[in-house]
T-cell receptor, first 110, second 116 residues
Framework: GDSVTQMEGPVTLSEEAFLTINCTYT??????LFWYVQYPGEGLQLLLKATKADDKGSNKGFEATYRKETTSFHLEKGSVQVSDSAVYFC?????????FGTGTRLKVLA | GAGVSQSPSNKVTEKGKDVELRCDPI?????LYWYRQRLGQGLEFLIY????????KSGLPSDRFSAERTGESVSTLTIQRTQQEDSAVYLC??????????????FGPGTRLTVL
């Protein structure tokens, strides 16, 4: 069945460091791909999405590119801020069901 | 506009009691989802509604769990004879459609269930 594997955390970075959170998936066909973020004490929010191969989703300085050949959707940001500290979930949607990764906790230190 | 709302926000119950959790999706959203998030873990899919029907109940952990949706709106997740292992945050999400461009899910704040 469909599955998502993402980088285990926690990831601790200094402010302005470069961030990569790896995500790979297994799915039939061409699923839509998402990154969701959960800030401390808040609900899940959509961060970005991509719906077809080579699409790049971007938001708040974060980017992820839909790589069909490597079945990956890695999340990147060039310069993280303390306010980016949160848990990030890689997600795929197959036919209708959403499959979430286990989440990667990011902590950014000032 | 109004987002997805859930009630109660917190529920503490005794083992063996029944609980009902409510979800009000965004108006006009035809797809509705329930998830469970145990402490420090990812989201576990429970059930999906398209309109008032549930084509996929495969994620429900046991027959103590049931859910319904009426009027293509409100949904209720019921847990009978609660067990301590049911303690978790129960999240509801809705989307305009389940497939296609408008498939982005919007999440409610969740109901934190604690079974003593």
């Amino acid at each position: 069945g469909d599955s998502v594997t993402q980088m285990e955390g926690p990831v601790t970075l200094s402010e302005e460091a470069f961030l990569t959170i790896n995500c790979t998936y297994t799915a039939t066909g061409y699923p839509s791909l998402f990154w969701y973020v959960q800030y401390p004490g808040e609900g899940l929010q959509l961060l970005l999405k991509a719906t077809k191969a080579d699409d790049k989703g971007s938001n708040k300085g974060f980017e992820a590119t839909y790589r069909k050949e490597t079945t990956s959707f890695h999340l990147e940001k060039g310069s993280v801020q303390v306010s980016d500290s949160a848990v990030y979930f890689c997600t795929i949607r197959g036919t209708y069901k959403y499959i979430f990764g286990t989440g990667t906790r990011l902590k950014v230190l000032a | 506009g109004a987002g997805v709302s859930q009630s109660p926000s917190n529920k503490v119950t005794e083992k063996g009691k029944d609980v009902e959790l409510r979800c009000d999706p965004i108006s006009g959203h035809t797809a509705l989802y329930w998830y469970r998030q145990r402490l420090g873990q990812g989201l576990e899919f429970l059930i999906y509604f398209q309109g008032n029907s549930a084509p996929d109940k495969s994620g429900l952990p046991s027959d103590r769990f049931s859910a319904e949706r009426t009027g293509e709106s409100v949904s209720t997740l019921t847990i009978q004879r609660t067990q301590q292992e049911d303690s978790a945050v129960y999240l509801c999400a809705s989307s305009f459609t389940a497939r296609g461009r408008e498939d982005t899910q919007y999440f409610g704040p969740g109901t934190r269930l604690t079974v003593l």
